[in-house]
Each structure stands twice: as structure tokens, then as C-alpha cells.
T-cell receptor, first 110, second 114 residues
Framework: DAKTTQPPSMDCAEGRAANLPCNHS???????VYWYRQIHSQGPQYIIH???NNETNEMASLIITEDRKSSTLILPHATLRDTAVYYC???????????FGGGTRLMVKP | KAGVTQTPRYLIKTRGQQVTLSCSPI?????VSWYQQTPGQGLQFLFE???????NKGNFPGRFSGRQFSNSRSEMNVSTLELGDSALYLC?????????????FGPGTRLTVT
């Protein structure tokens, strides 16, 4: 049971904002939204998480819709090093039971 | 601090054999979770250990088991290997302090079953 759906791939120009969508229409009230990314041959790297309010950290911003059925990860100024597969997941156990689907393969181009 | 380490990094086994994978979490982290990642199924949760106790378990058969030691190091074991067990096995640790939601992943062990 995929709890999240994401587009399989996206391109972004270097220096521009990358907006990665995620649909989680069956999210329950106590589930958080998590975003991770995985660069080839490495383990996933945490980016950001949120419950219902928008969140921002040094890496990215997370926008969650009011009904919490979808979210968008924003990389404000994408660089070539941001080329990776981005995964969103929902979890109600402090992020210790993640499940990732296919993710979005983001290609940042010069 | 050193990151999460996993050994071995690569492993080739034959159907029917068993395998043990090891994970050393970041110093001070008490929670260790294991995941299986395959191209077809994505990343799936196997189990989580906290203070030597299995706290959560994913939807995997009993051939998959694990344990955690008093120093928080963890092992997972897969018995009677099947071709479908070929995957990247990832370990992640978390400090499990209040308000901590970030998991730190190791590089994984790539298991090939022939």
C-alpha cells in the first residue's frame, strides 16, 4: 500500500527553485510528513518534516496543504549537488518506521 | 561523531543460505531501524530496536529477524535466503530524545542472492 505518490522525475535549472510535490491523501491526523533524499549509492539523508504547519530549515521549505492531503518540498536555489532521488513518507512513530515509494528523481541542470 | 556504519558493504549468497548483517549506530543513539530497499518495492521498514527490545515490526516473514546489543549495535539475520531477498539493506539510527525525528542512515549492505 503506497501511502504517498510522487512524480517519477523532474528537471530544474541550477539556481532556480525546485518544487517537488507529494500526494498523501490518506494521511491520518497524527502522521507527520517526512522528506529524505538519496544520492546514488548512499543512504537516505533527512531533509525536513512537518505535521500541519509550513516548515523551513537550512536545506529546504515544506509546504503542507490545509487539508494535509499533499505537500511540496521547495529547494530555493537548486545546485548540481541537489541532483538526487527525493522521497516523501508519512509516519506516526517519530520517523522510525518510514516507507518510501519510487520517489522523484530530480535532475538539476546547468 | 562517526556516522552509522554497516558491515559488510557487499555480500553474495546462495539460495537457502542464511546471512547476518551488522550495524553500528551513531554514538549515543538508542534506536536502530532496519530497512529493505529494492527497485520494485522502494524502501520498506523491517523492524526497529530500542534498548535491546524490538519495538516495531514491519510486514516481513519470520525469516527476517534482528537483535540489538547493550551497546546499541544491531544485527539482522535472514534465514533460508530467496532470490527475492536481493536488495540494499539499510540501517538507520536515531537518538530518540524528545522532539527528535531525524534518522541517520548508513551506506547499506548490498545483498545478492544467486
Amino acid at each position: 500500500d503506497a501511502k504517498t505518490t510522487q512524480p517519477p522525475s523532474m528537471d530544474c535549472a541550477e539556481g532556480r527553485a525546485a518544487n517537488l510535490p507529494c500526494n498523501h491523501s490518506t494521511i491520518s491526523g497524527n502522521e507527520y510528513v517526512y522528506w529524505y533524499r538519496q544520492i546514488h549509492s548512499q543512504g537516505p539523508q533527512y531533509i525536513i518534516h512537518g505535521l500541519k504547519n509550513n516548515e523551513t530549515n537550512e536545506m529546504a521549505s515544506l509546504i503542507i496543504t490545509e487539508d494535509r492531503k499533499s505537500s511540496t518540498l521547495i529547494l530555493p536555489h537548486a545546485t548540481l549537488r541537489d541532483t538526487a532521488v527525493y522521497y516523501c513518507s508519512v509516519d506516526n512513530n517519530a520517523g522510525n518506521m518510514l516507507t518510501f515509494g519510487g520517489g522523484t528523481r530530480l535532475m538539476v541542470k546547468p | 561523531k562517526a556516522g552509522v556504519t554497516q558491515t559488510p558493504r557487499y555480500l553474495i549468497k546462495t539460495r537457502g543460505q542464511q546471512v547476518t548483517l551488522s550495524c553500528s549506530p551513531i554514538s549515543g543513539h538508542r534506536s536502530v531501524s532496519w530497512y529493505q530497499q529494492t527497485p520494485g518495492q522502494g524502501l520498506q521498514f523491517l523492524f526497529e530496536y530500542f534498548s535491546e527490545t524490538q519495538r516495531n515490526k514491519g510486514n516481513f516473514p519470520g525469516r527476517f529477524s534482528g537483535r540489538q546489543f547493550s551497546n546499541s549495535r544491531s544485527e539482522m539475520n535472514v534465514s533460508t535466503l530467496e532470490l527475492g531477498d536481493s536488495a540494499l539493506y539499510l540501517c538507520a539510527s536515531s537518538p530518540q530524545t524528545s522532539g527528535t525525528y531525524e534518522q541517520y542512515f548508513g551506506p547499506g549492505t548490498r545483498l545478492t542472492v544467486t
